[in-house]
């Protein structure tokens, strides 16, 4: 029997990993500084609770935003804040390239979203629900700035792809 109500959104299938690894490098941050302050002979109680925040500190640095799409919306959540657009009513889509390239997405009720393109390109289901919602986008005619960021980027998402399903099949 089939349950009725929404479907659940696509998710980052990498994220639980970074996490994990966010958590354990701060855990190992904390045991590794009490420790050196133990053997020193210099931890107190204040001294402790530095390192603590230190490593709470350390690993919300770390730790990834957790990217999750459904039928026409996009949501970036962070520690600090969540952000969501409406891939379906899509005015602008900027790319910046550089040490940290990252897309810029914005809607037609004003919210504004940034996102790693990597993220998209190792998650088939991110990008089919963003590719879905920019159609729609094109259709009702509210992306007026963009079509073409994403368009090279779907082209570069697919021959990835296909580079990596002709390697599994020792066809390169």
């Known amino acids: 029997m089939r349950q009725s109500g929404r479907a659940s959104p696509a998710g980052d299938r ?3 990993g970074s996490a994990r690894f966010a958590v354990c490098g ?3 941050f904390c045991a590794l500084s009490l420790l050196v302050d133990w053997d020193a002979g210099s931890l107190t109680l204040l001294r402790a ?5 230190l490593s709470a500190a350390v690993c919300t640095v770390l730790l990834p935003q957790r990217v999750t799409a459904g039928p026409g919306c996009l949501a970036v959540r962070t520690p600090w804040h969540r952000r969501m657009v409406r891939t379906d009513a899509l005015t602008a889509v900027r790319q910046y390239d550089g040490v940290s390239s990252h897309l810029v997405l914005r809607d037609n009720h004003g919210h504004r979203l ?5 993220i998209l390109a190792a998650n088939p289901l991110l990008w089919h629900e963003l590719d879905t919602g920019v159609r729609r986008s094109l ?3 509210t992306l007026r700035e963009g079509a073409d960021v994403l368009d090279r980027l779907g082209h570069r998402i697919d021959e990835d792809t296909v580079r990596a399903v002709l390697r599994a099949s020792g066809l390169s």
């Not at 609770?49 to 925040?53: A, G, M, S």
């Not at 940034?114 to 990597?118: C, F, G, T, V, Y």
């Open 139 to 141: 259709e009702r005619g």
């Open 114 to 118: 940034e996102l790693d393109p990597r």
């Open 26 to 28: 701060a855990l190992a």
């Open 49 to 53: 609770l530095l390192w603590l925040t």
């Open 14 to 16: 990498h994220w639980r």
